[in-house]
C-alpha cells in the first residue's frame, strides 16, 4: 500500500526559511511532486524529483532521498503570501499509474 | 494556460438524488483524475481514466463511476447521493509520462442534504 506523511501545520516568520519534511511508502515509486494550495483554490504545481537529490528554482527548494523514503520542500525569504497549504504527492505506477496524496502541511507566516 | 474547468462551483443535492459532476480540459491532456478533498485527509484519488473510454479505479471508488467518452470531458457520477460524500471535489489533468504535472479545476464543493 501507500503512506505519506507530512506535518499538519507550520508557522514561520516573515523572511525566515522553512522546511517542510514528507515521508512515504510506495512499491512503485515513480517520483515525488510538490503543490502549494492557497485556501479556497486549485492546487498549482511547485517541484517535481525522481532522483536523489536537490532541485532550486528560485525561493523554492526540494530534496529526495530515495533509500529513505524522504523528501523536504525549502521556501526561504518567506512572504506573507507563502501562507498556503504544500501537498507531497508520490506517483506510484504499481498496478496502472495514479498520483496519491499526502494531507498536507498548512504554514502560516507571521510578519 | 492550461485550463481544466469543472461545471459548477458549489451544489447542494438531497440525499438519494444522482448526481453528475463534469470536467473539460482543452490542452489535449491524456490522463484526467478524480479527488476528494475533505480536512485532515487530503486528497483522495477517486477515479482516474488514461484514454478516451478507460477508466480505472482510485483509492475510494465506492459510491462513484466515471464517463469518458471524449478525451477532454471526464464525468464523475453519484449515482446516489449520500451525506458522507459531502466534499470537495476536484477534476484534474496532465499529460502522459511519469514527471508530467497535473493541472487542476477549482473544485466543486458538494453538499449533500
Known amino acids: 500500500g501507500q503512506n505519506i506523511d507530512q506535518p499538519t501545520e507550520m508557522t514561520a516568520t516573515e523572511g525566515a526559511i522553512v522546511q517542510i519534511n514528507c515521508t512515504y511508502q510506495t512499491s512503485g515509486f515513480n517520483g515525488l511532486f510538490w503543490y502549494q494550495q492557497h485556501a479556497g483554490e486549485a492546487p498549482t504545481f511547485l517541484s517535481y524529483?525522481?532522483?536523489?537529490g536537490l532541485e532550486e528554482k528560485g525561493r523554492f527548494s526540494s530534496f529526495l532521498s530515495r533509500s529513505k523514503g524522504y523528501s523536504y520542500l525549502l521556501l526561504k525569504e518567506l512572504q506573507m503570501k507563502d501562507s498556503a497549504s504544500y501537498l507531497c504527492?508520490?506517483?506510484?505506477?504499481?498496478?496502472?499509474?495514479?498520483?496519491?496524496f499526502g494531507a498536507g502541511t498548512r504554514l502560516f507566516v507571521k510578519a | 494556460d492550461v485550463k481544466v474547468t469543472q461545471s459548477s462551483r458549489y451544489l447542494v443535492k438531497r440525499t438519494g438524488e444522482k448526481v453528475f459532476l463534469e470536467c473539460v480540459q482543452d490542452m489535449d491532456h491524456e490522463n484526467m483524475f478524480w479527488y476528494r478533498q475533505d480536512p485532515g485527509l487530503g486528497l483522495r484519488l477517486i477515479y482516474f481514466?488514461?484514454?478516451?473510454?478507460?477508466?480505472e479505479k482510485g483509492d475510494i471508488p465506492e459510491g462513484y463511476s466515471v464517463s469518458r467518452e471524449k478525451k477532454e470531458r471526464f464525468s464523475l457520477i453519484l449515482e446516489s447521493a449520500s451525506t458522507n460524500q459531502t466534499s470537495m471535489y476536484l477534476c484534474?489533468?496532465?499529460?502522459?509520462?511519469?514527471?508530467?504535472?497535473?493541472?487542476f479545476g477549482q473544485g466543486t464543493r458538494l453538499t449533500v442534504v
Open positions: 484534474a489533468s496532465s499529460l502522459s509520462g511519469a514527471n508530467t504535472e497535473a493541472f
Open positions: 481514466s488514461y484514454d478516451v473510454k478507460m477508466k
Open positions: 504527492a508520490v506517483r506510484d505506477d504499481t498496478g496502472g499509474f495514479k498520483t496519491i
Open positions: 524529483n525522481v532522483l536523489d
